[in-house]
């Protein structure tokens, strides 16, 4: 095992972001993270980091890539695991200031994060947190063509989740005559419900014999939606052979976070 020297002596692992939108959406990702899991697995190799974990019911996975490039540094020396709890890598990250880069270092058995900042009226922050062994198992997600496909504004999504989610704790999609709809509904709060126009979105592609009638838990749809300023468009897919799917692409280049939940089975 190759073994570089640093400020932190020995590591295997180090990265660096220095971008200030990148640095944005890397806090925004792993603090929402907590809303699925009390701990999460960083997988790290010389391509990409990459993350995959379900919710504590096993509802719902997400899965998060992040390539190599995507970093200003990213240094690998072989592939490794890191363990660390959402809870305080959260209280770390809450810390940070507009000004400072990102800088993490694995060194033996604990992650070392760095903020630094070339501001003088700002201070360089260093924080170090153990890290777990987590017994996972990965799961293999295929990649398989839905019936339908379509994107629209993140924002606006997040904005109907959120409107939908006052009137009921299951929200239904279907599909018929070019229009999606979503609707929630109890007997005590009333109905809410919204078409969209496919011709209106910002992409759409029907499978001519697609028969969408499903219905999802809101309330995992609604953390998945505060993902929304990780990127401009949400894009959402809808199949009878598979869970739905929510997909934020990142930057480019192949980086993404998307989410995956199963409909609820009705009695």
């Not at 759409?204 to 749809?221: H, P």
């Amino acid at each position: 095992m190759k073994i570089h020297k640093d400020r932190f002596h020995y590591y295997v692992m180090k990265f660096t972001i220095q971008d200030k939108q990148k640095c944005s959406h890397f806090i925004q990702l792993l603090q929402n993270m907590k809303a699925f899991s009390e701990h999460i697995l960083l997988h790290f190799d010389n391509e990409r980091l990459y993350v995959q974990g379900m919710d504590s019911s096993h509802v719902s996975v997400y899965e998060l890539k992040l390539n190599s490039s995507w970093f200003d540094e990213y240094d690998v020396t072989e592939s490794v695991e890191i363990g660390i709890n959402i809870t305080l890598i959260h209280k770390i990250l809450n810390t940070r200031n507009d000004e400072h880069s990102i800088h993490m270092t694995q060194n033996n058995d604990s992650l070392q994060v760095e903020f630094k900042t070339d501001s003088p009226k700002g201070f360089d922050k260093f924080f170090e947190i153990p890290i777990f062994d987590i017994d996972q198992e990965q799961l293999t997600i295929p990649e398989v063509e839905y019936d339908i496909e379509f994107s629209m504004e993140s924002k606006k999504v997040k904005n109907l989740i959120d409107e939908l989610s006052k009137f009921g704790e299951s929200v239904q999609f279907t599909f018929e005559n070019d229009r999606i709809k979503a609707m929630c509904s109890t007997e005590h709060e009333g109905k809410m419900e919204v078409h969209i126009d496919t011709n209106e979105l910002e992409s759409c592609s029907v499978n001519e014999e697609a028969n969408i009638n499903f219905s999802f838990n809101i309330k995992y749809i609604h953390h998945m939606c505060q993902f929304h300023k990780i990127g401009s468009e949400a894009q959402l897919f809808f199949s009878s052979e598979m869970p739905m799917q929510l997909r934020y692409d990142i930057d480019g280049e192949d980086n993404y976070i998307r989410f995956f939940l199963a409909p609820k089975v009705e009695d």
